[in-house]
């Protein structure tokens, strides 16, 4: 076990840099990064189509397969951006009728007489501002949600390099 916690300090150095150009690429340009990953999860599922039809000569449950992967490769390259902008639409909503039920039931839910219920209630409508941000502007949520993401893969880039170079000078 020893020795697998000094490889993963070792290889620290590699993933905190793979992280940090990863993190700022997503930071920079979230579109591009997304059009790469949907064409790499489309390619994917190609190569694993025309494994299946190879296959398939053998058998011809791998011609249904390689079928199913083609079809999957087409929607995965022609639906991805409504998908991904329908997924805000649906949390702005669901976080529109949290925030409401936390507002009506902070006054309700109160256990103690000396205890306000304002910060519930803030918080409430802090909930259902954010939904409805997210409600009417999908499409741009999901990519600030996705840069917030890189940031955070940034942060843990320099965190895993510090930790690296601390455990490299013991």
């Known amino acids: 076990?020893?020795?697998?916690?000094?490889?993963?300090?070792?290889?620290?150095?590699?993933?905190?840099?793979?992280?940090?150009?990863?993190?700022?690429?997503?930071?920079?340009?979230?579109?591009s990064v997304f059009s790469v990953v949907v064409w790499l999860i489309a390619g994917a599922l190609i190569l694993g189509a025309i494994t299946a039809f190879a296959n398939g000569r053998r058998s011809g449950y791998g011609t249904m397969s390689g079928t199913g992967l083609l079809v999957a490769a087409v929607l995965v390259l022609l639906l991805s951006r409504p998908v991904v902008a329908a997924l805000p639409w649906i949390l702005g909503i669901m976080l529109v009728v949290y925030g409401i039920n936390h507002v009506v039931s902070a006054r309700r839910d109160q256990q103690f007489v000396n205890v306000s219920p304002i910060p519930a209630i803030l918080y409430g409508i802090l909930v259902i501002i954010a939904g409805v941000?997210?409600?009417?502007?999908?499409?741009?949520?999901?990519?600030?949600?996705?840069?917030?993401f890189g940031g955070f893969l940034v942060v843990m880039a320099i965190t895993e390099l510090f930790g690296w170079l601390t455990y490299r000078n013991k």
Request: net charge positive; glycine share 6%; aromatic share 18%.
């Open 1 to 31: 076990m020893q020795s697998f916690y000094e490889q993963l300090q070792r290889s620290a150095w590699i993933r905190s840099l793979l992280m940090l150009g990863v993190g700022a690429w997503i930071v920079i340009a979230p579109h």
């Open 133 to 148: 941000l997210l409600f009417f502007h999908p499409f741009g949520a999901a990519i600030l949600a996705f840069r917030i």
